[in-house]
């Protein structure tokens, strides 16, 4: 055949696509019968491997061109690939030894690469004989180096080579031979046998060498065969396994029997010949009634006149074949048996487990009527395989017979109590338990008979779930063969019965295990059960058997907690064998319940690539994704569940849930309406009832997070409904108690009656003193709050949660109450924290804390130390800089922002741009802080802050326009934000981003763009927004006063410091102290300047005792005092400052407690330093402002020194009349702070 032909019969172009030609190939072979056209079945096969050789002639050029290309491994690769491409020289040891002598197998520069590109290489060509996987194993090491190459290869493909490499093949390659040699044969002797197949019944598979395809389906012979002589012997299978209605086995068994045949006819277009064919061929002769063939060709096979030798395999089926169709014809003598019996003992000294070979033995003994010795050997060889379907049929079938001739025994008083004993087996091999027993009834035992005896009746009791009429006899029969191994032990030589019950000792072991546990003696259960495993992994010859045992073992211990144990068995079974699901199965749960997310997702990959109809195994890998919010992972797993067809309640539930944290809850409740339908009906896979209280859990969450559309909770009363459901299958379940708690807290109906019965009901419970805390502080009680996560740390020290929030209550009460005793404390909690989790994290929260406190090589040792830990902490780098920054070591500062900003993801955290652009404006290094601010905008939601900052350095970089839109941004920002949540307090925002547009465009120079703000902007704001006539529009009440008050404040500061207009100034401040004072007083005061009484200044302080307050009021009188005195009106200004000191006396108990707060002391000594000042202390203003250059920076500084120390001491001078002195510290601190319209102000006015 020329390349040209190929192309034709396959019906495609020429082509360099290897799958076109496979596809090609398939769709071709279905529609050609080998029996009905042999030669163009071997022509199609021809053109496929003719096609598939040309994938590799690409012509002269590209082939010299590759092999140019190939190093010395690629060229011994090629090699390999030449011995193994025929089957001959394949199994030749000798050629492998060779090719494993080569230098660049063995040199150290090249083994490695050559082992794993020879691994690669096999992943595609893996059917080599055992001996040769031995061969390779031996230099290639990859057994003993299992876990390094499982990082490169598959873990099942590894396993696959170390069973090979461990096991025997089923097919013995040395038996393999050309075909024309076995067709001779054939011809010489007369054997000539047709299979005729229905076309397109079977579809080979492809491999790179076709040959591979005849291995497989030769290894996988008796498994094709299996297929057929299941749906056969359907009758005799149990009621679960077996086929009906008749129509539908004896089709499924027409449908088997095609395919063998297909599959036999198939292997005949290959060269090669494999004496297993026989055996298939065999088979189809007497499954089809073709008897005398049959008859002929077993006693060819027997007297080895067709080959010199086959395997047992093939000889034992010709026995098997031979003695069932002599029967069948009525020529089956004795003579027949006896030869066939001695051939089947050679066979079994060949291969003592050989299946076949002990069918046969138990076939012989059934047609002499030995039905005892009949079942023991069909037992045996279910021992080996208990899923063997011709043995269950065999031994039946035995049954059958031997339940007839024990009956007629017993009837002519024939039958020994050893007979009746035998009757009983047979009826409870039928699985006719009633019958067993009523013969077993009728028994005398003796010794001779006992073990047995004990034996069925218990197996008998146990099967009809009477445990307690069944563990005597069970005990019994542990003693008895207990004291059989105990006799062998010491050297005691047993019978062959007994050896063979010994074999049986893990069963027993079993049987009593199950029995115990059934009967609640767990601690029994779990030693016997232990027993049964241990036993049988000695002497197993049916893994399964071991494995069944080692599942209901492992049941067991999950049952009673025993997670870990469990874990262990379900390891040690996948250990044993590869794809083990029902052990893949049990692991996932167990996984589940220890919280092993990882292995959870694995297994339930294991698990779906098997038996893909599987439902728990989503709902476990759904749970999980579900648990760590991955919801894409989960929709993924709940879509492969919709593929593979599952219906489930289970997954609704799941997908509901995921429905639910989309916001889509009306999908949501519909979907779990229905679970709930199908639960009251009964019709739901939702049976556990754990699984039920779940589900309510579930829905009554949904219920209670659903809002109106003005966002309130509408459905908390149907919410209640669901949790009482639940509560009736378990009333005191935790997760319905905190729903409960839920439900009553925004029904405002007794949350604190359900924390308390929860601490009643759970008391060890840490964390229910911990949400009880979590409860006081959502509604203010901070006292309470914190009693409890003390009592959650009695009982749980290492509760991160809890020794956070108390960290956090007493840093909040420092920054409030400024007490150092609070800093310590938050202190202890972080560092008992710390103590418990040695972990980057709370470092770095700790340093944060030392950072408040103006501890600040505390805090650079603890950013530090989370650095060793995870050099890719980015809030360790922040925190780091953060400490050097405080210190005024700014450039190092800068470089631990810049290594936060290189680690962190995008979008992560904006504070490393934040603190850098604040050092590089600290430094003068004006641009290089504006691209610190961009990138960060660009990377991150907007932030008024960075506008607000992009603004200020612009305007230091004397960009005004740009200056101006950014705070107009801002505005609009804010505005914005007004409307959207009605919040008042934005009024101020507004109002601010005004006042500083105003002073950018003073330091322009744009005086009439200054006077248009202040006329056109800020007081139209004040006007349309009620501030003009605040009590005739706003009517405030409560902390609208404070607000209002504020708004003032800032107000009379801007005309103060900004414009220099006093008059203004003035009346902001006296409108700024009314509103600070209570309604009533407010009220009391307006009625006494009507009437004409002289207005005096109200006094809020006399009545606030809030200290944060009190530090505003003071600010407020001191600022006031200031532009009395530049108003020079003295006494006045005197007598406010004098009220400054005493609101801070209040606050702070005295002016020095006052200044001890080190986060805010620079600005305090200023407020201090001018009331001192004012009240003609001047020595005493002039030293405080002194100790300015010595004080710690502020915390929002951005100056390189102390601006405030120049601002004030200008202030001062001024006031002094030293306009000389004011005109140097105004310049010194319009150098630090070039951007401040009042220094600008002052200097233009005192330079005129």
């Not at 298939?280 to 067709?306: K, P, T, W, Y």
């Not at 556990?688 to 779940?694: L, Q, W």
Request: charged share 35%.
């Amino acid at each position: 055949m020329i390349i040209e032909d190929a192309w034709k019969i396959l019906g495609i172009d020429p082509t360099k696509d290897e799958n076109e030609i496979r596809t090609a190939y398939r769709t071709c072979v279905v529609k050609v019968n080998p029996e009905d056209d042999p030669e163009g079945f071997k022509q199609l096969r021809e053109a496929y491997d003719m096609a598939m050789a040309s994938l590799n002639d690409t012509g002269k050029e590209e082939n010299e061109s590759e092999e140019e290309n190939k190093d010395e491994i690629d060229i011994h690769i090629d090699k390999a690939d030449e011995i193994y491409s025929d089957i001959f020289s394949r199994r030749d040891e000798d050629k492998w030894r060779e090719w494993l002598k080569a230098s660049v197998v063995n040199e150290l520069d090249t083994a490695d690469k050559l082992r794993e590109k020879f691994l690669a290489y096999c992943m595609g060509h893996f059917e080599f004989p055992h001996n040769i996987w031995k061969l390779f194993d031996g230099v290639f090491n990859y057994r003993a180096e299992h876990a390094q190459l499982a990082e490169i290869f598959p873990k099942e493909y590894l396993d696959f080579i170390i069973y090979q490499t461990e096991h025997e093949s089923f097919l013995n390659y040395s038996r393999i031979i050309k075909r024309n040699d076995i067709d001779s044969r054939m011809a010489e002797i007369g054997l000539e046998i047709n299979l005729e197949s229905k076309p397109g019944i079977y579809e080979p598979e492809v491999f790179d060498t076709p040959v591979d395809v005849y291995i497989k389906e030769v290894s996988f012979m008796h498994g094709h065969i299996d297929k057929v002589l299941r749906c056969r012997y359907s009758d005799y299978m149990s009621a679960e396994e077996r086929i009906e209605p008749e129509e539908e086995r004896k089709k499924q068994e027409d449908d088997a029997l095609e395919y063998l045949k297909a599959v036999l006819n198939h292997l005949k277009t290959f060269d090669i010949f494999s004496p297993i064919e026989l055996a298939g061929i065999l088979r189809v002769l007497f499954l089809e009634n073709r008897i005398e063939e049959a008859v002929s060709l077993a006693e060819i096979i027997i007297d080895n006149r067709l080959l010199d030798d086959v395997d047992v395999y093939v000889y034992s089926t010709a026995m098997f074949v031979l003695i069932e169709a002599k029967n069948i014809l009525g020529t089956l003598d004795e003579e027949t048996l006896d030869k066939c019996d001695e051939l089947a003992d050679r066979q079994l000294e060949i291969i003592s487990e050989s299946i076949m070979a002990l069918q046969v033995k138990g076939q012989i003994r059934y047609y002499k009527k030995d039905y005892e010795k009949a079942g023991e050997f069909f037992i045996k060889a279910l021992d080996i395989n208990s899923r063997n379907n011709e043995a269950v049929m065999l031994l039946r079938r035995n049954s059958d017979a031997s339940i007839d001739y024990y009956n007629k025994s017993i009837e002519t008083g024939e039958a020994s109590e050893s007979d009746k004993l035998e009757l009983a087996w047979s009826y409870f091999r039928m699985e006719k338990t009633e019958e067993t027993l009523q013969v077993l009834d009728t028994i005398n035992a003796d010794e001779s008979i006992f073990y047995g005896y004990n034996n069925l009746y218990g197996r008998c009791f146990y099967n009809e779930k009477e445990y307690e009429k069944a563990y005597p006899y069970l005990t019994k029969w542990v003693e008895m063969i207990e004291a059989m191994e105990a006799r062998k032990e010491n050297g005691e030589k047993l019978s062959d019965k007994d050896e063979e019950r010994l074999t049986r000792i893990g069963f027993c072991y079993y049987m009593i295990a199950s029995c115990a546990e059934n009967l609640d003696k767990t601690e029994e259960a779990v030693k016997y059960y232990k027993k049964s495993v241990e036993k049988t992994e000695k002497t197993y010859s049916d893994i399964n058997e071991l494995l069944y045992y080692q599942e209901n073992y492992g049941k067991l211990l999950m049952d009673q907690g025993r997670l870990e144990e469990a874990m262990g068995v379900w390891n040690n079974m996948i250990e044993r064998i590869d794809h083990c699901v029902p052990a893949y199965v049990h692991r996932q749960k167990t996984a589940f319940e220890m919280k092993d997310a990882q292995l959870v997702i694995d297994d339930y990959y294991n698990i779906i690539r098997d038996v893909p109809q599987y439902p728990d195994a989503y709902v476990y890998a759904a749970k999980v994704f579900d648990i760590y919010n991955q919801k894409e992972n989960c929709e993924s797993v709940l879509k492969r569940a919709e593929e593979a067809g599952i219906e489930s309640d289970r997954l609704q539930s799941l997908k509901a849930r995921l429905l639910s944290k989309s916001g889509e809850s009306d999908k949501a409740l519909n979907i779990y309406k229905e679970i709930d339908e199908h639960i009251d009906s009964e019709q739901s896979d939702i049976f556990d009832d754990m699984d039920k209280v779940e589900f309510y859990a579930d829905m009554a969450t949904l219920l209670m997070n659903s809002t109106d559309v003005s966002g309130k909770r509408n459905r908390l009363h149907e919410a209640e409904e669901y949790v009482k459901k639940g509560r009736k299958i378990d009333e005191n379940n935790k997760r319905l108690f905190w729903i409960m708690t839920d439900v009553a807290e925004w029904n405002q109906t007794g949350a604190e009656k359900v924390y308390e019965k929860m601490l009643e009901l759970f008391p060890e419970d840490a964390f229910v003193d911990y949400e009880y805390g979590e409860y006081f502080n959502r509604n203010k009680d901070v006292k309470k709050a914190e009693q409890c996560y003390m009592n959650c740390l009695k009982k749980d020290s290492r509760n991160r949660s809890a020794n956070n929030k108390l960290m956090n209550i007493y840093q909040t009460r420092y920054s409030n109450l400024e007490e150092r005793s609070d800093y310590d404390k938050a202190v202890s909690y972080a560092t008992a924290q710390l103590e418990n989790d040695d972990d980057d994290y709370y470092y770095v929260e700790r340093a944060l804390l030392y950072l408040d406190g103006y501890d600040f090589d505390a805090a650079f040792e603890d950013a530090s130390k989370a650095l060793e830990k995870n050099p890719g902490n980015v809030y360790a780098y922040n925190a780091c800089g953060l400490a050097r920054m405080r210190v005024g070591r700014f450039k190092e500062a800068l470089e631990f922002f810049d290594k936060a900003i290189a680690v962190m993801e995008k979008g992560e955290t904006a504070n490393p741009y934040m603190n850098a652009a604040k050092c590089c404006e600290t430094l003068g290094e004006y641009e290089k802080a504006i691209h610190y601010l961009e990138v960060c905008r660009r990377e991150h939601e907007y932030n008024s802050t960075h506008v607000d900052m992009l603004a200020r350095i612009n305007l230091k970089l004397r960009r005004f326009e740009i200056t101006d839109e950014y705070y107009k941004e801002n505005e609009r920002f804010y505005i914005k934000k007004r409307k959207e949540t009605n919040n008042t307090w934005y009024d101020l925002r507004i109002l601010k981003t005004k006042y500083r547009r105003a002073e950018s465009w003073l330091i322009s120079g744009n005086y009439s763009a200054v006077e248009r703000i202040i006329s056109e902007e800020i007081n139209v704001f004040l006007r349309e927004n009620g501030y003009l006539a605040v009590e005739t529009y706003l009517k405030p009440k409560g902390n609208d006063r404070k607000r209002i008050a504020t708004l003032y404040k800032e107000l009379a500061d801007f005309y103060n410091f900004t414009r220099r207009y006093n008059k203004k100034a003035i009346h902001f401040y006296e409108e700024s102290l009314k509103y600070w004072c209570p309604e009533d007083q407010a009220q009391k005061k307006g009625i006494m300047g009507m009437l004409g009484v002289k207005k005096e200044l109200p006094r809020p302080e006399a009545i606030i005792k809030d200290r944060v307050d009190l530090d505003d009021i003071a600010s407020l009188y001191a600022n006031f005092a200031y532009v009395c005195f530049m108003s020079d009106d003295k006494q006045r200004s005197e007598e406010l400052a004098k009220r400054s000191l005493e609101c801070i006396i209040k606050g702070y108990g005295s002016p020095e407690t006052y200044l001890n707060y080190p986060p805010l002391k620079p600005q305090r000594i200023r407020v201090v330093a001018i009331d001192m000042y004012l009240q003609g202390n001047k020595a005493r203003a002039f030293e405080m402002l002194d100790s300015l250059s010595g004080c710690m920076r502020c915390y929002y500084c951005y100056h390189e020194n102390c601006y405030e120390q120049f601002l004030y001491l200008a202030r001062i001078y001024e006031m002094e009349g030293d306009k000389e002195k004011a005109l140097d510290n105004y310049k010194k601190a319009f150098q630090c702070s070039p951007d401040d319209s009042e220094v600008y102000q002052a200097l233009k006015d005192l330079e005129k």
